[in-house]
């Protein structure tokens, strides 16, 4: 089995700056594209961002674009989300996600097959 683990949340004020991480470890996948998802309380789980196997194509909720960057580092086994002028509404936990067997962007939660714990991050006005 596939463990994701997220790191880098935590409390900024609107303006500011985070740069989550997500760490694959266990059995080790052949190819895989990542995603990033986030819930606040109360409400559905959305899609954030997501990236191809080989890094070349990304796609982003119209909420963030321009202000939020995926990223991944295959030899890490690592996925970041850069996340630049946060907002109060960014406030949610926020959780990796891996699609086994997937070259290509991926944005529907149901594809996805392996998922982190999920980090908070939570922006002050």
């Known amino acids: 089995q596939v463990q994701l683990v997220e790191s880098g949340g935590g409390l900024v004020q609107a303006g500011y700056s985070l740069r989550l991480s997500c760490a694959a470890s266990?059995?080790?996948?052949?190819?895989?594209?990542m995603g990033w998802f986030r819930q606040a309380p109360g409400k559905e789980r959305e899609f954030v961002a997501a990236?191809?196997?080989?890094?070349?194509?990304?796609s982003y909720a119209d909420s963030v674009k321009g202000r939020f960057t995926i990223s991944r580092d295959n030899a890490k086994n690592t996925v970041y989300l850069q996340m630049n002028s946060l907002k109060p509404e960014d406030t949610a936990v926020y959780y990796c996600?891996?699609?086994?067997?997937?070259?290509?962007?991926?944005?529907?939660?149901?594809?996805?097959?392996?998922w982190g714990q999920g980090t908070q991050v939570t922006v002050s006005s």
């Open positions: 996600a891996a699609a086994d067997q997937t070259l290509i962007v991926v944005r529907t939660a149901t594809a996805y097959d392996y």
């Open positions: 266990g059995r080790t996948l052949d190819y895989y594209a």
């Open positions: 990236i191809s196997w080989d890094g070349g194509s990304t």
